[in-house]
């Protein structure tokens, strides 16, 4: 059978959905959990540092979580250090702030530089965050509209990285940055992390999770629909999940289909 | 003022268990370099695994197919390159015994120079220089997109008896995985990064995993540094087995070892 | 003499940024070193932004070569050629904040970047189809632990069978998270392994890739 | 109606033709992303430059002339002759990332590894997790393992090997279905792009027509094919 027949199939059975709406509840998972309790456990008015790694291409997929988090931790009056580690997540910082506006917009009355500050692009992966976290005015003298940090009321008393207690490192569809903020910031400087990633990088940080270098972490569409039903905010990773299913139901198939059919031709 | 002050506070008995494993794989990297000790790698199942996948290519008288994978050379992470290449050259020498033809499609230029340079110094020295064949190593394309469709037809038309895929593997893994599969080939898959060792564990007939690659490429080199290194990072992970037995024997004794490690 | 410029200044660059580095990270020093460790840090951090820049000119160059030449498929390194200059143009010149630039980042290069990442579902799907057979003991485990964590990741198939979510938090969190703390700590061991050989200049892949 | 996310999903589509059959529109579509990705990368780079190496350096740390020598020097690697020139940038990034690399990885990946994985089995009270803390530190230990390569195991150790072999095999087994997962994600999140209400339409017209133009293109191709042998 031609593959490009399967092509048609899984384009008709993953756009049902979309015509179809359906409604399902979801069960929340530990780590999600978890991720919810570290927020909510962020003391009101502390500093928070914020890594977006969400591109244009992957936000469907999980920017409701980014944005989701933003919009808890402004309502916590928590003040936020964006900043990105890789150059194609420089425009999403402001994307992210304008949707947790939207999702909040009694928000909007946020001030910048004094409630958020968006620092831009810290090239060099591994050892650009870690000459970020020794001196942070030595790598971004001035933010990314070009103001200077000094003038910058948030970042008044932030010289390295220790002196930000709490971190979200929505790293996305990038393999690399869950190890490094590990190794850099956790391990050296001692901070509370929270991680967004997609599906195939859960597995990989459970050991962390479980040692307590991570404090929780929302996995792929499935984990932001579970933040977005504990915090009430109701978002596109619902709908997407619910979506999701028919897809999974009619890949089991295939694969059950597939052995019955292999075994059947080997008699 | 105890010792532990001159480390940094807090890390004080990491960097110190960071030291002694730097020191002790410099140490038994030099001595079995000076040949002070004979470290030997284990026979690994991954090189039982290539010499059958050849033997069924000679039984069925098809070609043999070598992917090195995408690994760069030069970058921080080329382990998974240069295991592949030191396999390469084992490949070449039991194809050249064995007279099974070999097929060798590449889609990075400095990969492809050094492997058409190890099949002419295989021919130099079986003394068949004359019979030295420059189109079995071949450079497709550096795209992968581009390198994924001409090899997969390569192996339908070519036939392949067998196909080793051996190296750090990306986006390409599922679709070579599949492409020799319905070729009804015999397939061994080896790559480093975990992503992409699922697949060839479900779809290839043997699969070698993460570190074994390095430990493949470093028993068929007989590379003596590499040999050295392994050897220091196996005493490492003992070192690090012993921690956890006698941590948590010590632990349940009631003395407490975790405040320790926070030192 | 040449030599010396060639190999042996750059291995003795090499160790002697690695061995600030990790001094200054492990020890308490003096105030001077660990300025001079961040800066070789951040160092790092600008050569890694020039080594961009070089892979964009590289680029380039190769494409101009391959359209001069007339090498097959010149006439798509012309719209390659085209697109990196049109970009490189419009963000130097008019600024990275500037519509068009923002214009070029959301309706061009994510949609497409979207677009050839999406590819890789369909892999699956045909993969699914043909190949991911239970032919052997290894296949048979793969995949019904595979398959416990597909379902669980559909509401639909969750909220009919209670238990599974509660089974797949724990396998995610005790064999699982035990077999990847065991790969965790082999690729920790290994970090060490590579770095060490790297800081003395004993690491092959360097030489090889040069020559 | 502003045009863009029309073009945008035009891009989506142009690049799904590729399922159908490999074709021009495909090739001009991947050569528009390498061009469009490596201009955007190199602007964000120059700006970074900008800002964090060459402003500081006019506005007082000459130092910094140091590292934009040491980047000029990234460019011998263009030149035949001259390209050792590159290898003092190139070994100064490897040396350093090693040695953040290491210092990194000794505490996150193996010393708190060490340290969650010993747990005082006897003063837990529930007996699900003192069965979960033995069974962990049984099968990490197993893990290890596993990956020695120099030592011969005999005797009854070799059974730890296997449950180490097992143990890979279910933890790949979970970072298989999470990469399954991962990828239907991907997809219908651009799915769900694409058919948005407002131009579920337009979508539905262009996929059409594009698959007509891929159509007549093949057998174009067929026909001068069969011309040309």
């Known amino acids: ?267 | 003022m105890n010792i532990l002050d001159i480390f940094v506070a807090g890390r004080a008995v990491t960097s110190l268990m960071l030291l002694v494993f730097c020191f002790m794989l410099i140490l038994i990297m030099e001595l079995n370099l000076r040949e002070k000790i004979a470290l030997k790698i284990r026979r690994m199942a991954g090189v039982d695994a290539i010499d059958e996948a050849i033997g069924i290519a000679v039984e069925k008288g098809k070609p043999v197919m070598f992917l090195p994978g995408q690994g760069k050379l030069g970058t921080g992470r080329s382990g998974g390159a240069l295991a592949a290449i030191s396999t390469f050259s084992y490949v070449v020498k039991t194809c050249a015994e064995k007279g099974a033809k070999l097929l060798a499609p590449t889609m990075l230029p400095t990969v492809y120079s050094i492997m058409q340079d190890i099949v002419k110094q295989a021919y130099i020295a079986a003394g068949k220089r004359e019979e030295y064949d420059p189109s079995i190593v071949t450079f497709v394309s550096p795209k992968m997109q581009a390198y994924m469709s001409k090899v997969g037809t390569m192996m339908e038309e070519e036939r392949i008896g067998s196909c080793i895929m051996f190296g750090s593997w990306a986006g390409a893994t599922l679709w070579m995985a599949e492409r020799s599969f319905e070729a009804g080939a015999f397939s061994i898959g080896g790559t480093d990064s975990p992503s992409t060792i699922p697949f060839f564990l479900a779809v290839c007939d043997r699969c070698i995993m993460g570190e074994e690659i390095y430990a493949v490429g470093a028993y068929l080199s007989e590379d003596k540094a590499m040999i050295g290194s392994i050897g220091g990072q196996d005493i490492g992970k003992i070192i690090i087995i012993l921690l956890l037995l006698i941590g948590s024997i010590l632990v349940n004794l009631g003395v407490d070892v975790l405040p320790w490690f926070k030192m | ?211 | 109606m502003d045009p863009s996310p029309i073009i945008g999903m035009l891009m989506v589509l142009v690049m799904w033709s590729s399922l159908y059959k490999e074709n021009p529109l495909y090739l001009i579509g991947e050569n528009m992303l390498v061009g469009v990705s490596m201009g955007y990368f190199f602007v964000i780079a120059y700006n970074f430059i900008q800002t964090s190496c060459i402003k500081p350096m006019i506005a007082g740390s000459y130092y910094l002339v140091i590292a934009v020598v040491l980047g000029l020097m990234l460019f011998f690697n263009l030149h035949k002759k001259y390209s050792w020139v590159s290898r003092y940038p190139m070994w100064f990034i490897m040396g350093t990332s090693a040695a953040l690399a290491m210092t990194g990885a000794i505490k996150a990946q193996i010393t708190d590894q060490i340290r969650a994985t010993i747990l005082p089995v006897l003063s837990i009270s529930s007996p699900m997790d003192i069965f979960n803390s033995i069974i962990t530190l049984v099968l990490v230990i197993a893990g290890i393992m596993y990956f020695i390569f120099t030592r011969e195991v005999k005797g009854p150790i070799r059974h730890v090997r296997t449950v180490g072999y097992w143990l890979l095999i279910i933890t790949f087994g979970v970072l298989f279905g999470s990469t399954v997962l991962y990828r239907v994600d991907f997809f219908l999140g651009q799915l769900n792009k694409v058919l948005k209400p407002e131009i579920r339409p337009c979508t539905l017209l262009s996929a059409i027509l594009i698959l007509v133009v891929v159509k007549l293109w093949s057998r174009w191709q067929e026909q001068k094919g069969v011309v040309d042998e």
Request: aromatic letters at 10%; one cysteine or more; proline letters at 5%.
């Open chain 1, 1 to 267: 059978m031609d593959k490009r027949y399967i092509y048609v199939l899984l384009f008709v059975v993953g756009s049902i959905p979309f015509f179809v709406p359906m409604v399902l509840p979801l069960p929340i998972t530990e780590m999600t959990s978890k991720y919810n309790d570290f927020i909510e456990s962020i003391p009101d008015g502390s500093i928070v540092a914020f890594n977006v790694q969400i591109y244009r291409s992957t936000w469907p997929m999980l920017g409701s979580g980014s944005a989701v988090t933003t919009t808890r931790l402004f309502e916590k009056d928590c003040r936020i250090v964006f900043f990105t580690m890789s150059a194609s997540g420089v425009p999403m910082i402001d994307f992210n702030v304008q949707e947790a506006f939207k999702i909040n917009p009694k928000l909007s009355d946020k001030v910048y530089g004094a409630d958020w500050v968006d620092l831009g692009f810290v090239s060099g992966d591994e050892s650009g965050l870690a000459a970020f976290l020794t001196n942070i005015p030595g790598v971004l003298p001035t933010d990314s509209n070009g103001t200077p940090l000094e003038d910058i009321p948030i970042m008044k008393g932030i010289k390295t990285g220790g002196d930000i207690k709490y971190v979200i490192n929505a790293a996305g569809s990038v393999s690399s940055p869950p190890l490094y903020f590990q190794r850099q910031w956790v391990a050296k400087y001692g901070v509370k992390l929270g991680l967004i990633a997609v599906k195939s990088t859960g597995p990989q940080v459970t050991p962390f999770i479980e040692a307590g270098e991570m404090q929780g972490a929302l996995i792929g569409t499935g984990g932001c629909a579970e933040y977005e039903a504990l915090t009430q905010k109701p978002g596109p990773a619902l709908s997407l999940t619910n979506a999701g299913s028919i897809t999974i139901i009619f890949l089991m198939l295939l694969m059950v289909a597939s052995n019955i059919n292999y075994y059947r031709g080997r008699k």
């Open chain 3, 1 to 211: 003499m040449m030599s010396f410029y060639k190999s042996t200044l750059p291995k003795w660059i090499l160790f002697i940024c690695g061995i600030v580095v990790l001094i200054a990270s492990i020890f308490v020093v003096p105030e001077p070193l660990k300025n001079v460790s961040n800066e070789i840090q951040h160092f790092t951090s600008i050569l890694t932004s020039f080594a961009i820049c070089l892979g964009a000119v590289s680029l380039g160059i190769n494409n101009v070569k391959r359209t001069v030449k007339k090498q097959s498929g010149w006439c798509y390194s012309i719209v390659l050629l085209i697109s990196l200059i049109a970009t490189i143009g419009i963000g130097i010149s008019l600024g990275r904040k500037s519509a068009n630039f923002m214009w070029i980042y959301n309706y061009l290069y994510m949609p497409l970047q979207a677009a050839i990442y999406s590819i890789l579902f369909f892999q699956v799907g045909t993969a699914v189809y043909r190949t991911f057979i239970v032919k052997n003991p290894t296949a048979t485990v793969l995949l019904i632990f595979a398959c416990l964590t597909i379902l669980g990741g559909a509401p639909a198939i969750t909220c009919t069978i209670p238990g599974l979510t509660a089974l797949n938090d724990w396998i995610l969190a005790v064999p699982q998270m035990s077999g990847s703390r065991g790969i965790m700590i082999g690729l920790g061991v290994g970090i060490i392994g590579i770095s060490v050989r790297t800081i003395l200049g004993r690491e092959k892949a360097y030489q090889m890739g040069e020559e």
